[in-house]
């Protein structure tokens, strides 16, 4: 094991290098236009959480925004497995990423460019840890800024279009709570920074359908609610609902479930995280443990 | 004279380096959420042109995204002369940049992450050069894409969120154009990538007031046309105006005043660039030459 990559190992340009020493092209356009699409997969306890339905996203988003990475889809399996292993790392945030590349001077034809690859695992990243969890999080629905609309950006495609996201941030801080979710030009809810949200309302599990990643920890919660015969509608959700919701949660890679006990300042449910939410976050954590939506990870000499 | 720096030479982590061998950590949230902002200024022989304007929208930009980068306006206005002056260019892009910087592990809170800053020049970059300009350019309205909102991302604080933009351009490109303008969500005219958009409709000249950045260039043009006696109209400007103008022209610090004489297919007006068009880019030109506007570069041995 190498001590420097212990913080985190990165694939630049084929070396895999400690992460403190990645970098990438100031000219690349995935930095200058943000003409480039990213996925992030979850290995806890040495293990991969559903890597296949990244993979298949990841491609999904290259081939909408007319990328192709000169790694392909085993290629690129491969690597996750080598910064993983090579880092050491037992629980970690591990992400993809295809960029547009470096123009030859003058070039401004996105059709003219060598795409290009990057890949990292660092240590897991939660967006609320466990003690945050325990206390449940403040979220606030943005008020000064609306989330990027599907027919500008496409949502669906994980994107670095963050502008709005972090506008919400910094509002949500501005009324003293920890993250914000942003609705869409009709008042919609849609999203936050890296999560899509859940409320339960009039006993039935509510997330917005349309506006917002398909994300995999979403999709594990839409299946994990089926097998618990819990129902769950997938439509709009009005921001009344969440004021009304007996229980709110997020859901990201970076944190899995994570109950939200304050909307707006104002209590949501009893103030606690809800009997629906812990049921769900164990049995997301269950799932964690091993069975078909686990790959372990190819560490050396392992 | 650094031979390897006449390809352009780039501000990192100061210091002054060949731009390709620039690159920027890959953990930076300029990359990572597209959490930044620039500007871009031109260098024409030898001078810089309206240096100060673009220094004071640069300001502005990262005081409306609460960048605070480590450099104030004096330094970054010297490294900007560095950067021209060691690469020997003397007509440049030169391109500024404040990005939120690389988080501590596991922090996702923008307040507490230090502030980068980078430079660069370049050669300098035409939309359209001028033998493509003698033609003019085939302009595309996109139909399938609509610009970010001002609600979402503000467009007045230059930034990296050009997945329409882009979306627009590879739209522009099936259709056999140049470029491409995008509409609002009303359907008025905005902007393109990188540019403003200006046309001659009844006699007048119109470019659209909300839902674009604030173009120095664009700006160039108000004051040269009052300057010429040309009423300018500056509002909503619905396709129809485009469809219908006698003369359409892009506005950009990458190649100035850029004709447009195909619209969808369409001639505008006669066809070939037009007088208005002509003229005011002869102004435009013109005031390179030295002037108010113009800052000469420091070179080395000056």
Chains 1, 2 share one sequence.
């Not at 769950?232 to 007996?246: I, K």
């Amino acid at each position: 094991m190498n001590a420097a990559l212990a913080a985190g190992c990165a694939y630049v340009d084929g070396q895999y290098v400690p992460i403190a020493e990645a970098r990438i092209p100031l000219l690349d356009m995935g930095f200058s236009r943000s003409d480039c699409t990213y996925d992030v997969v979850a290995v806890w306890q040495g293990g991969f959480f559903r890597l296949d339905a990244h993979l298949d996203r990841f491609d999904r988003s290259c081939a909408c925004l007319q990328l192709a990475p000169p790694v392909g889809r085993d290629e690129v399996a491969r690597i996750l497995h080598e910064c993983v292993g090579r880092s050491g790392l037992r629980d970690a945030y591990v992400e993809m990423i295809a960029t547009r590349g470096v123009p030859n001077a003058g070039e401004r034809d996105p059709r003219r460019i060598t795409n290009r690859f990057y890949a990292y695992a660092i240590p897991y990243v939660w967006i609320a840890n466990l003690d945050q969890q325990a206390k449940g999080l403040h979220l606030a629905i943005a008020r000064n800024v609306e989330r990027i609309s599907p027919r500008a950006v496409d949502p669906t495609v994980k994107n670095f279009h963050w502008g709005d996201l972090v506008r919400g941030l910094f509002e949500a801080y501005d009324r003293a709570a920890d993250n914000a979710v942003l609705v869409d030009a009709n008042g919609f809810i849609t999203e936050g920074p890296g999560f899509n949200v859940f409320a339960c309302y009039r006993g039935q599990l509510v997330t917005p359908a349309e506006g917002v990643l398909h994300g995999i920890t979403r999709q594990t919660v839409l299946e994990l609610a089926a097998a618990e015969g819990i129902t769950v509608r997938v439509g709009r959700v009005e921001p009344e609902m969440l004021r009304e919701a007996s229980e709110i949660f997020l859901t990201s890679t970076a944190g899995g479930l994570m109950p939200v006990t304050l909307l707006d300042g104002q209590a949501v449910g009893t103030g606690e995280p809800g009997a629906m939410t812990l049921r769900l976050r164990e049995r997301y954590w269950d799932a964690h443990r091993g069975g078909q939506w686990v790959t372990p990870v190819h560490y050396p000499g392992g």
